[in-house]
């Protein structure tokens, strides 16, 4: 009920423009009740104003999808396109949907309000952190012949993302909302996975993404789980619309960037510092990214890719899964010098708590070591 493509011949009549531009007419509960009973799906809440009619469900997204599909068919058929009478949105739904699909449509709005309301969509800080998220991505990512692609270090403004990345700061320090605007269709979280390779000898733009990073992802779980899920692919390879997160790139990345940091060099380095004016390595930035990514140790994407690591890497892998598996034994040698060296955080953040995240951090890399080396490891530490 409601596949267009498996309608019978007389095709219901398509909704007039206003229609389909009309607002979505679910809304969450504004009294704070969870029951969809309890519901009143009539009202949109007026806080959110118009741009919350841009979130649509998925069954309104495949609505969406199926309505151009017939849209194209006709005018390459030169067939004139048949409007519903009426002008409002609902009415046409009921009129061509069943009420089953109404139904799971309006439990769905349900949901969509709940977590808008709950990310604070589309509200000033929100709609901020976004927008800068959005002009850092753009300074970092130019358009290629099939989607989204990384510009070389030599053709970015430094100075511009650095500053960028400060302003935002006090933004992810101050609003929650704030941090899932940033966070929002991962734009954001691609862009620091970016920085981490990009910067990966500048420690200064590094301390900055780390730091924005962090806040991004200490509280917000969503964001936890999309940073360690996304795949960033590198030049030549470009990111289209169509392409499946398959994750590693945050591992691959932050390790790297931390071993740098530290004093070190990735075995599989793609050294930059031909492009980079400003090389020049903090070990306190490199206990900055190990934060980050304790933070995202229990996600389930983290899990699973410290212990494939174990495994042999198949042919047509993911690159990022091959080269994070060499990068471990320099990851772990990194890890041990930093601990022996005794570096501390800067005063008020995790202060004292250094050689816990270190000792932390190398429990979840020892997850990558086969069992039988993991032994000889321990006994040598």
Not at 1 to 26: E, F, L
Not at 180 to 202: E, N, P, Q, W
Not at 249 to 257: H, K, P, T, V
Request: with cysteine.
């Amino acid at each position: 009920a409601g596949d267009y493509r498996t309608a019978p011949r007389g095709k219901p009549p398509m909704p007039s423009v206003a229609a389909i531009t009309a607002k979505p007419p679910a809304s969450p509960p504004q009294d704070g009740s969870s029951s969809d009973e309890e519901v009143d799906r009539t009202a949109q809440p007026a806080a959110y104003g118009e741009a919350s009619s841009q979130t649509l469900t998925p069954l309104e997204l495949d609505m969406q999808l199926q309505v151009a599909e017939l849209v194209f068919r006709s005018i390459l058929k030169g067939q004139r396109i048949p409007l519903h009478p009426s002008e409002d949105l609902g009415a046409w739904q009921k009129d061509t949907f069943s009420e089953s699909w109404i139904q799971r449509n309006k439990r769905q709005r349900h949901r969509v309000w709940k977590r808008m309301r709950k990310d604070g969509e589309h509200t000033p800080m929100w709609s901020e952190a976004h927008a800068v998220a959005n002009d850092i991505g753009w300074d970092i990512f130019e358009q290629g012949s099939r989607g989204e692609r990384l510009r070389a270090l030599r053709d970015i403004d430094r100075d511009s993302v650095l500053s960028q990345l400060r302003d935002l700061l006090p933004q992810l320090q101050a609003s929650y909302f704030a941090r899932c605007g940033f966070g929002a269709k991962s734009i954001g979280l691609r862009t620091c996975i970016a920085i981490l390779h990009l910067f990966v000898h500048d420690a200064e733009v590094l301390d900055a993404c780390a730091t924005c990073l962090r806040l991004a992802i200490c509280d917000c779980e969503c964001n936890r789980q999309a940073v360690s899920e996304i795949t960033l692919p590198l030049p030549p390879g470009e990111r289209c619309s169509a392409m499946n997160d398959k994750g590693w790139s945050f591992l691959r990345q932050s390790l790297r960037a931390l071993v740098v940091q530290s004093g070190g060099e990735a075995s599989n380095d793609e050294t930059l510092n031909a492009d980079c004016q400003n090389a020049w390595v903090d070990a306190r930035v490199a206990l900055r990214i190990a934060v980050c990514i304790l933070e995202c140790q229990r996600t389930y994407a983290v899990q699973v890719q410290m212990r494939l690591i174990r495994e042999n890497v198949p042919e047509g892998s993911c690159p990022d899964w091959r080269a994070l598996k060499d990068l471990l034994p320099d990851a772990l040698r990194a890890v041990e010098q930093l601990r022996s060296a005794g570096i501390t955080l800067v005063e008020g953040e995790h202060e004292g708590d250094s050689a816990v995240v270190l000792t932390e951090l190398r429990e979840l890399l020892m997850l990558g070591v086969p069992v039988a080396s993991s032994s000889v490891t321990s006994e040598a530490t």
